[in-house]
């Protein structure tokens, strides 16, 4: 039972270029989310999903797209990378729905873009 | 915007001693949560206290809530050195479907 995936576990990237984060969970979790942590701050909400083929807007959402076409996968676009995203990405899921429902994280994607 | 801000912000003691963790937050919450993160790592759930719940134990962990004062806190007993890492409280806010993390407390526990 490997929990939550995350790939790639290191990335640089030129300013311009784009990438996916993939997150894979193995757990059948209804709800996935992307987190973005930058040094001294806590995790700010990215996107998140709350079923297969559903996304909605998290905290910092601009620059960043999603997709959830399978319910295990959930899937970060940087379609331009600019400086400003440089940071550490985490991914989690939760059983269903969050209320009162803990959440599993990755160990996160560290990207570099220069 | 952060929900939750703990204070203090680090925090360094011996083996042995307790360690208190202090997290406030601003509007109505389901609940409160705190998490774990060892450098390098993703975060891991400690324990998760409902709003109308006061207190909470999990082994060496004790929280307590009081929604009067929007205040958490996190008590860890005869602290290890395995217990070094950054603690976040998180909330559940009344409506939304998402946790707000605050920025968390590093704690050094000294050999």
């Known amino acids: 039972n490997a929990g939550v995936t995350q790939t790639p576990k290191f990335r640089v990237l030129k300013t311009g270029q784009s990438m996916t984060l993939l997150c894979a969970q193995d757990?059948?979790?209804?709800?996935m989310y992307w987190y973005r942590q930058d040094p001294g701050m806590g995790l700010r909400l990215i996107h998140y999903s709350v079923g297969e083929g559903t996304t909605a807007k998290g905290e910092v959402p601009d620059g960043y797209n999603v997709s959830r076409l399978k319910k295990q996968n959930f899937l970060l676009g940087l379609e331009s990378a600019a400086p400003s995203q440089t940071s550490v990405y985490f991914c989690?899921?939760?059983?269903?729905?969050?209320?009162?429902?803990?959440?599993?994280f990755g160990d996160g994607t560290r990207l570099s873009i220069l | 915007s952060q929900q939750g801000e703990e204070d203090p912000q680090a925090l360094s003691i011996q083996e042995g001693e307790n360690a208190t963790m202090n997290c406030s937050y601003k509007?109505?919450?389901?609940?409160l949560q705190w998490y774990r993160q060892n450098s390098g790592r993703g975060l891991v759930h400690l324990i998760l206290?409902?709003?109308?719940?006061r207190e909470k134990h999990s082994g060496r962990l004790r929280v307590t809530l009081d929604t009067s004062k929007k205040s958490s806190s996190l008590l860890i007993t005869a602290s290890r050195a395995a217990d070094t890492a950054s603690y976040f409280c998180a909330t559940l806010d009344t409506g939304r479907r998402a946790l707000t993390f605050g920025s968390g407390t590093r704690l050094q526990v000294q050999p």
């Open positions: 757990m059948n979790h209804e709800y």
């Open positions: 989690a899921s939760s059983l269903h729905r969050g209320s009162n429902q803990p959440q599993h």
């Open positions: 206290i409902r709003s109308n719940e």
């Open positions: 509007t109505s919450i389901n609940n």
